[in-house]
């Protein structure tokens, strides 16, 4: 977090124009801010079992990077959890714990590239994604697969790459659209229009992709994912009502269910929640 805080200072105290400005804004989208892990987050890392896995950052860097995996019990039934930007495997503490109480599971979380103990710069989806893709080929094909937010787009992502279909696919307050998520972000530090235009034209240079390719409504293919249970906050600012209703008007075979008063970062804490996703995994391998 406190790299985070100097980028901003350092944009709030330049005159933004040229590569200066480019290289400050690209920093700030990018790095990925990160929280200590607290006594019951440790405790709970500490009775997992510790791997790890690489993935190709195309993006940054063009080498591997090794990705931290903890995995808890040994049941045949694969449950793969994938967190959100700025977070980390530890933040599913409450969930991971009460699925922890279920027979014949084990539980698979992973820190992303840039993320909690995973050694990055820079993060991006497709690097999360990645991080996904290679957890399914190289240890073990999840049977539920769980994301929070950035997390819940890299799922669809990775899912539709490789081509499974999971007994149940979880996304917890996903992002919908990608291009808007960067915009509201480079809004709440008063980053100006035509500095942002600027970005995302160089976005549309060092990327296959223009940032607005990444919107769900275009990329979701239903048929890849024959069970999905989509939880949400209508009052959700991260990830708004009005990207999440484009959505599901035209994914009518996603089941949305709203917990209201409880925020894009809580509803991960949710007890309602959590006991709604641990009674469907049990009413699945029951």
């Known amino acids: 977090m406190k790299k985070l805080k100097q980028i901003v200072t350092d944009i709030n105290n330049v005159h933004l124009q040229g590569a200066n400005a480019d290289k400050l804004i690209r920093s700030f989208i990018f790095y990925s801010p990160k929280m200590p892990l607290r006594l019951h987050q440790e405790q709970l890392l500490e009775e997992a079992k510790k791997f790890n896995l690489k993935v190709y950052d195309t993006y940054f860097t063009q080498t591997d990077l090794t990705i931290n995996c903890f995995s808890w019990g040994n049941g045949k039934n694969k449950v793969l959890l994938t967190h959100g930007w700025a ?19 084990e539980i698979i979380a992973f ?73 509201q972000s480079l809004n709440s530090i008063n980053i100006e ?13 060092e990327f296959p992709v223009p940032a607005d390719y990444f919107n769900l409504v275009d990329l979701y293919k239903a048929d890849q994912h024959p069970n999905h249970f989509l939880a949400f906050d209508p009052d959700d600012h991260i990830s708004p009502y009005d990207y999440l209703k484009d959505f599901l008007s035209v994914n009518p075979a996603v089941q949305p269910k709203a917990y209201e008063n409880i925020g894009h970062y809580k509803i991960l804490r949710s007890p309602e929640l959590i006991g709604d996703i641990a009674e469907q995994i049990k009413s699945i391998i029951s």
């Not at 977070?87 to 599971?105: G, V």
């Not at 990645?130 to 073990?140: G, H, N, P, W």
Request: zero cysteines.
């Open 87 to 105: 977070s980390k495997a530890a933040d599913f503490f409450e969930l991971i714990t009460e699925l922890k109480k279920i027979d014949d599971l």
């Open 111 to 183: 820190d992303a590239p840039g993320n909690g103990s995973s050694v990055s710069e820079f993060s991006n989806l497709m690097l999360y994604a990645k991080s996904v893709e290679a957890l399914t080929k190289d240890y073990a094909l999840p049977d539920f697969i769980i994301g929070h937010s950035l997390g819940g787009m890299a799922n669809v992502l990775a899912i539709q790459e490789i081509g499974i279909k999971p007994r149940l696919l979880i996304s917890i307050a996903p992002l919908i659209r990608l291009k808007e998520n960067f915009e």
């Open 193 to 205: 229009e035509s500095i942002q235009q600027t970005f995302f034209h160089n976005f549309n240079n």
